[in-house]
């Protein structure tokens, strides 16, 4: 089998992907990478990632990693792997076999093809919201091993799945792209309806978020998100998620914090003040609604011009565990989710202690009513009463605006 596989782009507002290096699998598993010298004469190129700067020779991943990050967050994640490994049964599992089977319609701004002379890939035929039924039907097939016949096959093509642990596929409408989010069996809640109150929630917070819709399917909710990568023309956006920036700083992931995604904002942000309160408020929003899957990979930065912004938030919803941390340190007490933790760090967003406060007093206003705006948006009695029993909102108003002496 092929050890190269050629790494292409798409430029900003291109229709049409520009071949930028090569990955070359070395002893089965690890990954190289080296730019093509056309790339690094162009005048507008610019470095994938912080850790890739454009220049000769190859790079290799960090110890432990077969794969730079910023190609994993191209590539396929749990759920899209678990759709190749059913419907296609590589021979080979090497990081490069599943970057080359993602297809199309992968995240961000990168592609991927066997040959460096044409950017070979499966058509792209982005399904459209007729099509969600029959998705959500082999969606399911695939989360509980059932026969695939050749209708599901098809639906399963490379390139209509996107990464994450629930099933999810991209739909077209409009002219406008979507992320198709499915319920999943097991569910003991409607997660759907759910994380569309959160992003709803998050909105009035205000806190930069994607368009949202909530359509009913068979009887069963099914979430759509816009997809912030893609232009209504169908240009693309290179991203980077927050794990990707972070290894590029050298930070230890297992010790990563929300002030240190701050303090990248803060070195490669061309709003480098409005992302770190942004980042502010979304650590103190998921402390609050228990959003502890809040981990470095559920933050991105979109390649803007050669800078890095903090792209729009998503995956926030309470998680129903009741774990007693989050995933990212917040403070001075490491990852205990309470106010009085985040404000410890309060200057690495570019925040005073009184901005800091005025924040959380803000974010508390609207966060109190939560009950009200989960049911305005669809959610059931029965799911915010089960809610209610995880979400911190309650107790912690009370202990920050009636501290015991």
């Not at 191209?74 to 080359?100: C, E, H, K, M, S």
């Not at 050298?250 to 240190?260: H, K, N, Q």
Request: aromatic share 8%.
């Amino acid at each position: 089998m092929n050890d190269e596989l050629f790494v292409w782009i798409y430029p900003p507002g291109a229709l049409a992907p520009r071949l930028c290096g090569a990955l070359r699998l070395i002893g089965g598993r690890r990954c190289l990478f080296a730019y093509t010298t056309d790339w690094l004469n162009d005048a507008h190129a610019f470095a994938l990632s912080p850790d890739l700067p454009l220049r000769h020779g190859m790079f290799e991943p960090q110890p432990g990693l077969e794969l730079h990050p910023v190609f994993e967050d191209a590539g396929p994640d749990r759920w899209g792997r678990q759709v190749i490994d059913t419907v296609f049964r590589p021979r080979r599992r090497a990081p490069i076999d599943y970057l080359a089977l993602a297809g199309e319609n992968r995240i961000g701004a990168l592609g991927f093809s066997w040959t460096s002379n044409a950017y070979e890939t499966p058509p792209d035929q982005a399904f459209h919201v007729a099509d969600l039924q029959a998705l959500a039907e082999a969606a399911h097939a695939i989360e509980v091993h059932a026969p695939i016949d050749e209708r599901l096959r098809r639906l399963l093509q490379p390139g209509r799945s996107v990464g994450g642990a629930r099933p999810k596929a991209i739909v077209e409408d409009d002219g406008r792209y979507w992320i198709a989010k499915f319920p999943a069996e097991g569910d003991e809640i409607d997660v759907s309806a759910v994380e569309y109150a959160s992003l709803r929630l998050a909105k009035e917070c205000g806190i930069d978020v994607p368009e949202t819709r909530l359509v009913s399917i068979r009887g069963k909710n099914v979430l759509l998100i816009e997809r912030f990568d893609r232009d209504m023309n169908g240009s693309r956006h290179h991203l980077a998620s927050g794990r990707t920036m972070l290894i590029a700083e050298g930070i230890d992931i297992s010790r990563a914090s929300y002030g240190d995604l701050a303090e990248i904002a803060r070195r490669y942000s061309p709003a480098s003040r409005a992302d770190s309160r942004q980042l502010f408020q979304r650590m103190v929003f998921n402390v609050l609604m228990e959003n502890t899957d809040d981990h470095e990979k559920n933050h991105a930065f979109l390649n803007r011009d050669g800078k890095w912004k903090l792209s729009p938030a998503y995956d926030l919803q309470p998680q129903l565990q009741a774990i007693g941390y989050q995933q990212l340190i917040v403070g001075d007490d490491a990852q205990t989710p309470t106010i009085a933790n985040a404000l410890s760090h309060a200057g690495r967003f570019m925040l005073t202690q009184a901005e800091a406060r005025d924040e959380v007093n803000r974010l508390l206003d609207v966060l109190t009513l939560w009950p009200a705006s989960f049911e305005a948006s669809g959610v059931s009695g029965r799911d915010i009463d089960l809610c209610r029993r995880f979400v911190l909102v309650e107790r912690e108003r009370e202990d920050w605006r009636n501290p015991k002496n």
